[in-house]
């Protein structure tokens, strides 16, 4: 599933799949060239709605992915029909390219981090008159499994599967403060912050301030990540004023006494309703510490429920988690 695919721009031939592809640094390989549409609607809709358009200029893929991008983008081009046999490809498309071609790119180093945009589509009752219009979410992430010691640097799948799952059911986390387990880059938390704010509009609730929404993960430069990907101005959760970012180790909620421990203090004060995590059930030393935290979190009044979206890479993982979460009626898995 790409968390991209519900984005669509009018009469969508395929176009859009080359900006969703390329915004979203999706290999080439991976792309599919319309070859059912002429060369100048290509042609045209590469070089305004792909090079120049604004966002992406501000917010660009790293040099490295443009680079193989305008190379593959280029070939097709050129191999096309054209119709008219004046037809040529404009040269602020081969400027790009050889201006990436003779820059500074180390291809024997692991690939740089990079702005990546995401697209969708808000629900009919939350999403604008326009048909056509889509929310974008903008992120700096890492495109390395593991950089500096974590994962939390990339957006993991089960984001986007968890993501789907909130936009398809908003009103499950209306008027609720949403606390988040291992927020990684702040995808989930700008997907959360952003429906609240149509939900308020929705709900013509303008007076009324946002519920919060609280970020946690162990890794403080994971959080300062978080943190400046919320606080992009592109991103409609800079305009939320009721976000924080708190380091909550999973350990903590295993010191005893329970009432003493520093997992308890956070979560009765954070005092959420929801509790989110995606990707957090991956590592088998780490399925005690999070089940004791879920089961903490539910422990107080004011939480409703826990969702995890996970992504199955070893059964055993998955069977101890479910085990040991099985206990909480209100945990749902999804799968
Ligand atoms: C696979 S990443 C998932 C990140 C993000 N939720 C996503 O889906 O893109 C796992 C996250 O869990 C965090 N994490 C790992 N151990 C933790 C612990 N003991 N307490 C809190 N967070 C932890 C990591 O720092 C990382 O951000």
């Given at each position: 599933?790409?968390?991209?695919?519900?984005?669509c721009?009018?009469?969508?031939?395929?176009?859009?799949?080359?900006?969703?592809?390329?915004?979203?640094?999706?290999?080439p390989?991976?792309?599919?060239?319309?070859?059912?549409?002429?060369?100048?609607?290509?042609?045209?809709?590469?070089l305004?709605?792909?090079?120049?358009?604004?966002?992406?200029?501000?917010?660009?893929?790293?040099?490295?992915?443009?680079?193989?991008?305008?190379?593959?983008?280029?070939?097709?081009?050129?191999?096309?029909?054209?119709y008219?046999?004046?037809?040529?490809?404009d040269?602020?498309?081969?400027?790009?390219?050889?201006?990436?071609?003779?820059?500074?790119?180390?291809?024997?180093?692991?690939?740089?981090?990079?702005?990546?945009?995401?697209?969708?589509?808000?629900?009919?009752?939350?999403?604008?008159?326009?048909?056509?219009?889509?929310?974008?979410?903008?992120?700096?992430?890492?495109?390395?499994?593991?950089?500096?010691?974590?994962?939390?640097?990339?957006?993991?799948?089960?984001?986007?599967?968890?993501?789907?799952?909130?936009?398809?059911n908003?009103?499950?986390?209306?008027?609720?403060t949403?606390?988040?387990?291992?927020?990684?880059?702040?995808?989930?938390?700008?997907?959360?912050?952003?429906?609240q704010?149509?939900?308020?509009?929705?709900?013509?609730?303008?007076?009324?301030?946002?519920?919060?929404?609280?970020l946690?993960?162990v890794?403080?430069?994971?959080?300062?990540?978080?943190?400046?990907?919320?606080?992009?101005?592109?991103?409609?959760?800079?305009?939320?004023?009721?976000?924080?970012?708190?380091?909550?180790?999973?350990f903590?909620s295993?010191?005893?006494?329970?009432?003493?421990?520093?997992?308890?203090?956070?979560?009765?004060?954070?005092?959420?309703?929801?509790?989110?995590?995606?990707?957090?059930?991956?590592?088998?030393s780490?399925?005690?510490?999070?089940?004791?935290?879920?089961?903490?979190?539910?422990?107080?009044?004011?939480?409703?429920m826990?969702?995890?979206?996970?992504?199955?890479r070893?059964?055993?993982?998955?069977?101890?988690?479910?085990?040991?979460?099985?206990?909480?009626?209100?945990?749902?898995?999804?799968?």
């Amino acid at each position: 599933m790409t968390f991209t695919s519900d984005v669509c721009y009018g009469n969508d031939n395929g176009l859009s799949a080359l900006l969703k592809g390329y915004s979203a640094l999706i290999p080439p390989l991976h792309l599919k060239f319309p070859l059912h549409c002429s060369f100048t609607e290509v042609h045209t809709f590469l070089l305004h709605q792909v090079l120049l358009d604004p966002h992406l200029k501000q917010y660009p893929p790293s040099g490295r992915y443009q680079l193989s991008f305008w190379k593959w983008a280029i070939g097709h081009l050129e191999r096309m029909d054209k119709y008219d046999e004046d037809a040529e490809i404009d040269t602020r498309i081969y400027d790009r390219y050889l201006s990436l071609m003779s820059g500074p790119i180390d291809r024997s180093s692991p690939p740089p981090d990079s702005y990546v945009t995401y697209y969708w589509k808000p629900p009919s009752p939350l999403g604008s008159a326009n048909q056509n219009s889509h929310e974008s979410i903008t992120l700096l992430e890492s495109r390395t499994t593991i950089e500096s010691g974590t994962t939390g640097l990339r957006t993991w799948c089960a984001s986007f599967v968890l993501a789907s799952y909130l936009i398809a059911n908003p009103e499950m986390i209306h008027d609720q403060t949403v606390l988040e387990l291992g927020c990684g880059t702040g995808f989930l938390g700008i997907v959360v912050a952003t429906l609240q704010q149509k939900l308020n509009e929705c709900h013509q609730s303008h007076h009324q301030s946002l519920p919060a929404v609280l970020l946690t993960d162990v890794n403080s430069g994971v959080l300062s990540r978080c943190r400046d990907n919320i606080r992009l101005r592109c991103n409609q959760s800079s305009n939320h004023q009721n976000i924080s970012f708190s380091t909550l180790d999973w350990f903590d909620s295993l010191s005893l006494p329970l009432s003493e421990n520093a997992a308890t203090a956070f979560l009765s004060k954070a005092s959420a309703g929801v509790v989110i995590g995606a990707d957090i059930v991956f590592d088998p030393s780490l399925v005690l510490p999070l089940v004791a935290t879920l089961r903490l979190a539910l422990s107080f009044e004011s939480t409703r429920m826990a969702v995890v979206a996970l992504t199955v890479r070893n059964e055993q993982t998955l069977t101890h988690f479910v085990t040991e979460a099985g206990e909480q009626s209100s945990t749902c898995v999804v799968r």
